[in-house]
């Protein structure tokens, strides 16, 4: 299934805020195995998590049951003005920010996060190569991400 990321909003039909049933019947069937899981964050503050393995997704709730957070693997295939970004190397998502002149990209060892489109591009094997491909892609709704530690907040 193609989503076109919209920036601090969500994607076509499920947009941040959310309540969690509503997004599962647009997404499909969640993973039986997984169930809901209410993980507590680095932070101390717990969400809820919900795989949706048919459809590629995953998605993060605030423990009202309220979506903050959708990641993408495969099958699912995220777009971003018109780019599709699942393995996309790490060199062209790179160029891909700086023609949007996104001077708010961080790079880290393994992700690139962009604070202007609330986008993480998750290259697990950036550390061994540049052309690494992207496997995941979250994009998450404004205060999710703690652009000063580098880490998510999950508040």
Do not use: W
């Amino acid at each position: 299934m193609e989503f076109e990321l919209i920036p601090y909003i969500g994607v076509k039909f499920v947009h941040f805020g959310m309540e969690r049933d509503k997004v599962g019947n647009i997404l499909g069937e969640k993973d039986q195995e997984i169930g809901d899981l209410t993980i507590e964050s680095q932070t101390g503050v717990s969400y809820i998590y919900q795989e949706y393995f048919k459809t590629g997704v995953s998605a993060y709730y605030h423990v009202d049951g309220t979506l903050k957070a959708i990641q993408f693997f495969e099958p699912s295939i995220p777009v971003f003005k018109g780019i599709k970004l699942l393995n996309t190397s790490y060199r062209k998502v790179n160029k891909i920010f700086k023609e949007l002149e996104d001077n708010s990209v961080l790079c880290f060892d393994d992700a690139i996060v962009s604070r202007k489109y609330g986008i993480c591009l998750e290259i697990p094997d950036l550390i061994d190569t540049v052309v690494a491909p992207v496997k995941f892609v979250t994009l998450f709704e404004e205060g999710y991400y703690d652009f000063e530690s580098g880490t998510l907040i999950y508040e």
